[in-house]
């Protein structure tokens, strides 16, 4: 398998939880009561597969491949989506801290947890769409299948150094799991976000960290 197309599959399970958590987001708007111990996970899965592994495979060895192949560093493509990673670390900090404030009886917090999920899930399905169409275009016009592989190896040894063994299975595992919210979401949600309907539909959610 190409590097850039790992990335593209991670991109497919992140797009679900976007849409797990846009639906949360619009059920509490509605005053809908929160599911903390599913909360807990998203943050975690957001934190964890998305960011640590996700954009650490991104900004620790597809970026620097690509820069020493003579895609610039600086104003262009990668600084955007470097740019754009920090933004949704900006995010994912305002939610943490107002999901705890939530959770030490801070109601009103739901508020800051409704804007800031809301600002990560627009920031990272317009991020995504970006790296699909442009970025990773340039990538495997720059890397040939040698270069590719060699990513794909370190993509690998990122994952145990940075998350561990046995991550992999959890987050899978973790996905599954909230299906029990995501059933709920209507057919078009997936066509609206361009998520792969039959990644999701098999019985697998096919990740790979
Ligand atoms: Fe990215
Ligand atoms: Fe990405």
């Given at each position: 398998m190409k590097a850039t197309q790992q990335l593209k599959d991670e991109h497919e399970g992140i797009k679900i939880m976007l849409s797990i958590m846009e639906k949360i987001s619009n059920d509490l708007e509605k005053g809908k009561d929160m599911n903390m111990e599913h909360y807990a996970k998203i943050i975690e899965f957001i934190k964890g597969?998305?960011?640590?592994c996700h954009h650490g495979k991104e900004e620790d060895i597809l970026f620097p491949a690509m820069i020493n192949h003579g895609i610039p560093k600086e104003g262009g493509p990668i600084a955007v989506m470097l740019n754009e990673h920090q933004l949704g670390r900006g995010y994912i900090k305002s939610l943490s801290r107002a999901f705890e404030e939530f959770k030490d009886g801070n109601k009103l917090a739901i508020n800051n947890i409704i804007s800031s999920s809301m600002n990560y899930v627009e920031l990272l399905r317009n991020h995504i769409e970006k790296e699909n169409n442009v970025l990773f275009m340039l990538a495997d016009k720059a890397l040939n299948e040698t270069e590719q592989s060699k990513i794909f190896d370190a993509f690998e040894k990122l994952e145990v150094e940075k998350i561990g063994i046995g991550k992999h299975e959890e987050y899978h595992h973790l996905l599954k799991e909230l299906k029990k919210v995501f059933i709920y979401i209507k057919k078009e949600v997936y066509y609206e976000n361009k998520i792969d309907f039959n990644y999701f539909i098999g019985n697998d959610v096919c990740l790979t960290c």
């Open positions: 597969f998305a960011d640590k």
